[in-house]
């Protein structure tokens, strides 16, 4: 599996604004199909630029699922958010390969 992580960091005199479109924004992603699920989290270090910071981590079965995601979806979807929040947010982003998930286990005293 395959995490793709967008991390960004929101101006404050937009963060509400923002927490309501990105909460249509993350279903209108998932609905392309590439992913099967995604995780909002927030960034609990102070960032010397101010701001709130974001990750958004969303789960791919395969290489190609992100793959596609790149060639038929990213453009448009990345657009939607420069255009509504250009200079008010900062994003980067980074692909992850899941080697092995770990769970704890359950004794049975």
């Keep these: 599996m395959y995490i793709y992580n967008v991390t960004i960091n929101i101006d404050e005199s ?8 990105i909460q249509e924004h993350i279903p209108e992603v998932l609905a392309t199909g590439r992913f099967i699920s995604a995780k909002m989290t927030q960034v609990l270090v102070e960032e010397e630029m101010g701001g709130v910071t974001y990750s958004i981590q969303y789960t791919a079965k395969t290489r190609e699922d992100l ?7 990213a453009d448009k979807l990345r657009s939607d958010a420069m255009m ?18 770990f769970y704890p286990t359950v004794s049975s005293n």
């Design 84 to 101: 509504k929040f250009a200079d008010k947010m900062v994003a980067f982003r980074t692909e992850l390969r899941v080697i092995e998930e």
């Design 14 to 21: 937009v963060h509400d604004e923002w927490l309501v479109w």
């Design 67 to 73: 793959d596609d995601y790149y060639k038929h979806n």
